[in-house]
C-alpha cells in the first residue's frame, strides 16, 4: 500500500486566506467530556458501548478526556494555536437527563461557563446541538424513528439556546445526518445499532424534520447564523461497467444529495425516493417546505472517496450493502483514502447545485494516525501533509470564488472514536488515558507557526 507522506511544516500560509477567513477546530460532548458527570442523563451511546460487542474493547465515553474536569486548560491549548474559532456540541442528555421535561442546571451551567471561557480567551464559540446523543429515554420510545420526538428535539434546542445563543457566533441543529440515519440505522455501526432500512427511512425524514423544528424555534428566539453540518464523501463507480454506475449513483444519492434536496430544494431524490419510499412516514411530502426553511450558512465534513461497484448493491433493489471499496491512495489510520481533490469537487459541486452564494465551512476534516509520544513528543508528520493538502483545496476553492468562510481541523485532541474506542487518534494534541495529560503533536506547533506568519 502507498505511504502517507511526512512533512515537517504547511507550505500553505495564512496570509493566503482572506483576512477574514476563520481557523478553528472541532469536537464533540461524548467524545471527550465524560459522560458520567454532572447530572449528565444516559444517552444512546452509553447503552449502545455497554451491549457486548458494539465497540472496540467495550470502551465508552463515561470519563473520555475529562474535558468536563479540564476544559479550561483545554480552551487554553485553543488559544495558545492562534485558533480564532471552537465548534463544541452541548449534550441533549446532560441538559434535559431524560430528553424533555426537567433541565439539569448543572449541564446548563457548565456550557454557559465554557462558552464564557472561549469570549475570554478570544476565542469565537460556535455550537452543534446533536453530535449523535440521544437520550436513553427518548431512543426506548423510537428514538429518531418516532415523529414525537422532533418536537422534544426543538424544545431541547430553545432550552440550549435561550441561555447561549445570545454568545454563540453559530449554531449547527446536527451533525451528520448520514451518519445518524444510515451508518447508525441501516449498517448498524454506532447507536442505536439497528439494521433495518424502514428505521433508517423514517430517520432520514425525521432528522430534517427535527432540524427545521429546532430552526423556527430558534427564529423564534431572534436568533442568527443557524445552519446544519453535513458529511460528504466523493463517491465515484469504481470502474465502467453500467452496474457500477448505477450503484454508485444510488450511494452518492443516499450520502450526498439526500438532505441537501430536502434542506435545499424542498424535495428528496428522485431516484432514492424510488427505492426507500414504501418505508417513509406517511405524510412526509407535506413536511418538505417547512425542511427548506432558508439557512444561514452549511457546515460540510469530508474526510475520504469511496469507490462503488455493482457488489456493493444488494441484488435486485440496488440498495447499498457496504460503504464502499477502496482504491490505491495511501490510507489513513481508519483505512480511509487520502484524497484532497475531493474536497474542492465537493465544494464546487455543492456551491453550483444547491447553495449558491450561502456562506460555507468546512466543520470537520483531519486524519487518524498512529501516533506515538516518544520522550515528550508526538511527530504526526503525516497530519501536517493531509492537512496542508486539505488547506489547499479550500484556497483553491476561494479562488474559485466559492464562499467559503471557515476551517475547524477535527479535532482538538484524541478522544471516544465511537465504535472504535480510543485508538484512533484524530487530535492535534495527544490525550494520555490513563493520566489525560495532553501534549501537543507537531501538527499543533506547524499549525501555530503557521497561523501566527503573516
Ligand atoms: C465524523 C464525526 C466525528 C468524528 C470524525 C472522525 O464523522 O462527526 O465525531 O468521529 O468523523
Not at 64 to 73: S, T
Not at 90 to 96: E, F, G, Q, Y
Not at 340 to 357: A, C, K, S
Not at 376 to 387: F, K, P, S, T
Request: proline content about 5%.
Amino acid at each position: 500500500m502507498p505511504v502517507l507522506a511526512r512533512q515537517p511544516a504547511f507550505t500553505v500560509s495564512r496570509g493566503q486566506f482572506p483576512d477574514d477567513f476563520v481557523f478553528g477546530t472541532s469536537t464533540s460532548a461524548y467524545q471527550i467530556e465524560g459522560s458520567s458527570f454532572g447530572g449528565c442523563g444516559l444517552s444512546h451511546w452509553d447503552t449502545f458501548s455497554a451491549t457486548p460487542g458494539n465497540v472496540v474493547r467495550s470502551e465508552n465515553g463515561s470519563i473520555a478526556c475529562d474535558h468536563y474536569h479540564r476544559w479550561e486548560g483545554d480552551l487554553d491549548l485553543v488559544r495558545d494555536a492562534g485558533l480564532q474559532a471552537y465548534r463544541f456540541s452541548t449534550s441533549w442528555a446532560r441538559v434535559m437527563p431524560k430528553g424533555c421535561g426537567a433541565i439539569n442546571q448543572e449541564g446548563l451551567d457548565f456550557y454557559d461557563k465554557l462558552v464564557d471561557g472561549m469570549l475570554e480567551r478570544g476565542i469565537a464559540p460556535h455550537l452543534t446541538l446533536y453530535h449523535w446523543e440521544m437520550p436513553s429515554a427518548l431512543e426506548a420510545i423510537g428514538g429518531w424513528r418516532n415523529r414525537d420526538v422532533t418536537d422534544h428535539y426543538a424544545d431541547y434546542a430553545q432550552a440550549v439556546t435561550k441561555r447561549l445563543g445570545d454568545r454563540v457566533a453559530s449554531i449547527a441543529t446536527f451533525n451528520e445526518p448520514w451518519c445518524i440515519t444510515w451508518y447508525s440505522h441501516y449498517y448498524g455501526a454506532h447507536a442505536p445499532g439497528l439494521r433495518d432500512i424502514c428505521a433508517a427511512s423514517r430517520v432520514a425524514h425525521f432528522v430534517p424534520l427535527a432540524h427545521s423544528k429546532a430552526i423556527a424555534a430558534m427564529r423564534a428566539l431572534g436568533l442568527k447564523n443557524l445552519g446544519i453540518v453535513c458529511n460528504f464523501e466523493h463517491i465515484s463507480p469504481l470502474d465502467n461497467s453500467p452496474g457500477s454506475i448505477k450503484a454508485a449513483k444510488v450511494a452518492e444519492g443516499i450520502y450526498n444529495r439526500w438532505f441537501l434536496g430536502g434542506l435545499f430544494k424542498a424535495e428528496y431524490p428522485a431516484d432514492i425516493v424510488d427505492l426507500i419510499g414504501t418505508h417513509l412516514p406517511s405524510g412526509w411530502e407535506q413536511d418538505m417546505a417547512d425542511i427548506a426553511a432558508p439557512l444561514d450558512w452549511l457546515g460540510i465534513n469530508y474526510y475520504t472517496r469511496a469507490l462503488i461497484s455493482e457488489g456493493d448493491t444488494q441484488p435486485g433493489n440496488a440498495l447499498p450493502i457496504q460503504v464502499g471499496n477502496k482504491g490505491d491512495l495511501p490510507r489513513t489510520e481508519m483505512d480511509w483514502e487520502v484524497y484532497p481533490e475531493g474536497l474542492g469537487n465537493i465544494l464546487e459541486w455543492i456551491r453550483d447545485t444547491y447553495t449558491g452564494d450561502l456562506p460555507l465551512a468546512i466543520t470537520e476534516n483531519g486524519m487518524a494516525n498512529k501516533d506515538k509520544l516518544v520522550n515528550g513528543a508526538v511527530d504526526d508528520q503525516e497530519r501536517i501533509a493531509y492537512l496542508d493538502a486539505h488547506f489547499k483545496q479550500a484556497l483553491a476553492a476561494i479562488d474559485k470564488g466559492i464562499p467559503l468562510r471557515a476551517y475547524f481541523v477535527w479535532s482538538l485532541m484524541d478522544n471516544f472514536e465511537w465504535a472504535l474506542g480510543y485508538d484512533k487518534r484524530f487530535g492535534m494534541v495527544h490525550v494520555d488515558f490513563d493520566s489525560f495529560e495532553r501534549t501537543p503533536k507537531a501538527s499543533y506547533h506547524a499549525l501555530r507557526t503557521m497561523l501566527s506568519a503573516l
